[in-house]
Each structure stands twice: as C-alpha cells, then as structure tokens.
C-alpha cells in the first residue's frame, strides 16, 4: 500500500445465542494504511454515550481493536488463541474474553478495496460466549 487510502467503511456483526441473531451495521468514511508490516484502518463511529475513534491494527492473523473515547478498549483477536480484556464504558468496566476461530484479511491495491472478516466467542463478565462475526468491507474513494 502506497499512503494512506481514503475508504467507504461498512462494519456488519452478526451476534447469535443459541438460535436467536442479533445483526447491526455501521456505515462510515475512514482511511486504510500500512506501517512496519502491519495493516491499520481508522473510522469514528458516534454512539448514544458519544464519539468513538477505532483504530483496527492487523498483521497475520492477528488483529487489535482499540477504541477511545465515550468508550475504551484494546482487545486483540488471534486466531486460534484465546485473549483478555477490558471494555471501559460510562457505566462501568467489563471483563471480556475471546476465542477467536478465525481473521482473514484481504487488500487489492489496484481496486483500492478490501474485507476483514473476524470469527469468535466472546463472553463478558464470565457470562455464557455469544458467537461474533464482523466483516469491514472497504471500498477507495476519490480524493
């Protein structure tokens, strides 16, 4: 990746538990860039409680989410690993754990377009795992 790439984001998460889906999608405007050898991408989404920076780092298999602002995190998905964190909200502080079963992340520099999709349980709270999938879908703009 040449600089940093203007991007129309959109972020699908399916939630399931048991037979029941939860499905929400953000569409949003962000931007894609290479550093070292890791991949990131940055969007602002804007909540109830108020405005929230991601920044979503990727390198492998691996991909770190972190987030600030009305809420805080930095949760790390690793294929095939189980990883710990915190998610800070105004209302308090969650214990969070994710199994993640599978991160796959594909860029096409000459389109300017690309997907990451995430595959894992996440418990909070130590609470029974729920079943995740997001997918980002990017797509280049012109500057």
Do not use: C
Request: no cysteine.
């Amino acid at each position: 990746m040449q600089s940093e790439v203007q991007v129309n984001l959109e972020l699908d998460t399916v939630i399931g538990h048991g037979r029941d889906k939860e499905k929400t999608n953000l569409k949003t405007s962000g931007s894609v860039f290479q550093k070292s050898n890791a991949t990131y991408i940055k969007y602002d989404e804007h909540l109830e409680a108020g405005k929230v920076s991601n920044v979503v780092k990727i390198t492998g298999t691996q991909v770190t989410v972190i987030r600030r602002g009305a809420v805080s995190m930095r949760q790390t998905f690793e294929q095939g690993k189980t990883t710990e964190s915190v998610y800070q909200s105004p209302f308090g502080a969650l214990q969070m754990e994710a199994k993640t079963t599978q991160v796959s992340f594909e860029w096409d520099e000459q389109n300017r377009s690309g997907k990451l999709s995430l595959d894992y349980q996440l418990s909070l709270q130590q609470e029974q795992p729920r079943h995740h999938q997001m997918t980002f879908t990017l797509k280049g703009v012109s500057v």
